[in-house]
């Protein structure tokens, strides 16, 4: 495979493209981090795509090998979601793409932040983040009170250009 082979969609969260990934992203954080997770949780699902967001997924020819999306925080800053790459595509430019992908569509839809959590045994995801121009930050909101929680953010320039100030 190369990254060539990648192609990426916007699709519905709740599609099962989207919610097969979640699924086998789910299970990685239950291996990850057993204790946090007791063994008969629900199924993961998704929430419906909020105004201004995206849900992304990478697929190599028809099958599912990657997901992504953005969610507003407020009218500057989105929070990346759902970052999840099945292992038989890792570090070849799948994570990548989807972040390059996630980055232009905030900055088109005005946003000039991006913030993101990931776990503390996440080692690969933190080194891809803070290679892509993340900064580590303090916990935000629900991630507050959680240990195992890393916070990075992002700011990104805006698309919007502004109009010339007339001389007068």
């Keep these: 495979m ?10 519905n969260p709740q599609g099962s493209d989207a919610l ?7 299970q990685e954080a239950r291996d990850l981090y057993p204790e946090l997770h007791a063994p008969n949780l629900r199924r993961p699902t998704n929430t419906p795509t ?3 967001g995206v849900y992304l997924v990478s697929f190599e020819f028809n099958q599912p090998v990657g997901m992504a999306a953005h969610r507003p925080v407020d009218a500057r800053t989105t929070e990346v979601r759902r970052m999840y790459v099945v292992k038989r ?13 996630l980055e232009a569509h905030a900055r088109s839809a005005g946003f000039t932040r991006l913030v993101l959590e990931t776990g503390n045994r996440q ?8 290679t892509y121009g993340f900064t580590r930050i ?3 909101g629900k991630y507050s009170d959680d240990p195992t929680s ?3 953010e992002k700011f990104i320039r805006s698309s919007h250009v502004g109009l010339p100030q007339s001389a007068g």
């Design 2 to 11: 190369n990254i060539a082979q990648i192609h990426i969609r916007e699709v």
């Design 20 to 26: 097969t990934l979640l699924r086998e992203a789910a």
């Design 50 to 52: 909020p105004p201004l």
């Design 89 to 101: 595509v890792r570090r070849l430019g799948v994570a990548l793409a989807l972040l390059e992908r």
């Design 123 to 130: 080692l690969p995801a933190m080194k891809l983040y803070e």
């Design 138 to 140: 303090e916990p935000f």
């Design 150 to 152: 890393v916070c990075y």
